[in-house]
T-cell receptor
Framework: GAGVSQTPSNKVTEKGKYVELRCDPISGHTALYWYRQSLGQGPEFLIY????????DSGLPNDRFFAVRPEGSVSTLKIQRTERGDSAVYLC???????????FGPGTRLLVL | GQNIDQPTEMTATEGAIVQINCTYQTSGFNGLFWYQQHAGEAPTFLSY????GLEEKGRFSSFLSRSKGYSYLLLKELQMKDSASYLC???????????????FGRGTSLIVHP
């Protein structure tokens, strides 16, 4: 079956702009995670959804970052007033339920100029 | 929180065996994952250990000792395509909202040469 998909695969934007990154999880997976990965680092947790609600957003670095999952499937990560330090690969992962193996999407490479 | 340590880089020869170690400290433990990540690609799941011992899956095996806070990933009959980063991730205690958030190490870059 289809895996986790993310769009766009690459995004170049200017400092101060707003961006939206989309994640389409594996069908039937109730748990969805967003991570950020910088070069030479492991994925860093941002936010976790169980169904439609953000069950844990403790990893969001500041209030410029926000994510939604209105229907319990597709999720959108939103970054306002982007900064150069936001440049990274943003990974989405889903799992059937919490505490099970996570399956990652290909990521969105964000570059803020 | 969790603290995870793994070597930054390792090199090995095609056909050989390599062991990638991971040590961790955590206030609660709910499993340890190994992922493989090729450059520019997403991490792909390799193994999951929650009980002590060795789990074997083809050319790859993973070992866990909870009392020592230690795991290793063993790769046998190395192939050039095994050149990748190997990420160790520890699932810690239950967090807010009933979540279980894995903490990833920085990854070990494995270079396989002919």
């Amino acid at each position: 079956g289809a895996g986790v998909s993310q769009t766009p695969s690459n995004k170049v934007t200017e400092k101060g702009k707003y961006v939206e990154l989309r994640c389409d999880p594996i069908s039937g997976h109730t748990a969805l995670y967003w991570y950020r990965q910088s070069l030479g680092q492991g994925p860093e947790f941002l936010i976790y959804f169980q169904g439609t609600g953000a069950a844990d957003d403790s990893g969001l670095p500041n209030d410029r970052f926000f994510a939604v999952r209105p229907e319990g499937s597709v999720s959108t990560l939103k970054i306002q007033r982007t900064e150069r330090g936001d440049s990274a690969v943003y990974l989405c992962a889903s799992s059937p339920t919490v505490r099970e193996t996570q399956y990652f999407g290909p990521g969105t490479r964000l570059l803020v100029l | 929180g969790q603290n995870i340590d793994q070597p930054t880089e390792m090199t090995a020869t095609e056909g050989a065996i390599v062991q990638i170690n991971c040590t961790y400290q955590t206030s609660g433990f709910n499993g340890l994952f190994w992922y493989q990540q090729h450059a520019g690609e997403a991490p792909t799941f390799l193994s999951y250990n929650v009980l002590d011992g060795l789990e074997e899956k083809g050319r790859f095996s993973s070992f866990l000792s909870r009392s020592k806070g230690y795991s290793y990933l063993l790769l046998k009959e190395l192939q050039m395509k095994d050149s990748a980063s190997y990420l160790c991730a520890v699932m810690g205690p239950e967090a807010a909202g009933g979540s279980y958030i894995p903490t990833f190490g920085r990854g070990t870059s494995l270079i396989v040469h002919p």
